[in-house]
């Protein structure tokens, strides 16, 4: 069974930085593209970047871009999410995804993991 363990949340400043970690267990992390969403309060949960399994190709969500990178390393089974100029809408729960297909990963993942929260405020 596939599980998704997250963590590096926390609390940052406006312009700020964090870097949250994503380990996967229980399968082949080489297999799976992954993915970070976010869900903040009162709003349904979006996509925000995506990485392919042997890590060539990516994906950001226009609000992120130029701001957050999405980084893998399969001999760690680790996924990183650098985020960088962090803006007080970045504030949610960041959610780690696995998808066997980068644009799968994107759209319908089929693992979840439990979430970390990012608090950007002053």
């Known amino acids: 069974q596939v599980q998704l363990s997250e963590s590096g949340g926390g609390l940052a400043q406006p312009g700020g930085s964090l870097t949250l970690s994503c380990t996967m267990s229980?399968?082949?992390?080489?297999?799976?593209?992954m993915g970070w969403f976010r869900q903040a309060p009162g709003k349904e949960r979006e996509f925000v970047a995506a990485?392919?399994?042997?890590?060539?190709?990516?994906h950001y969500a226009d609000s992120v871009k130029g701001r957050f990178a999405v980084n893998r390393d399969n001999t760690k089974n680790t996924v990183w999410l650098y985020m960088n100029d962090l803006k007080f809408e970045d504030s949610a729960v960041y959610y780690c995804?696995?998808?066997?297909?980068?644009?799968?990963?994107?759209?319908?993942?089929?693992?979840w993991g439990q979430g970390t929260q990012v608090t950007v405020s002053q």
């Open positions: 229980g399968g082949t992390f080489s297999h799976y593209a």
């Open positions: 990485v392919s399994s042997n890590g060539g190709g990516t």
């Open positions: 995804a696995a998808a066997p297909g980068l644009w799968v990963v994107v759209t319908i993942p089929n693992y």
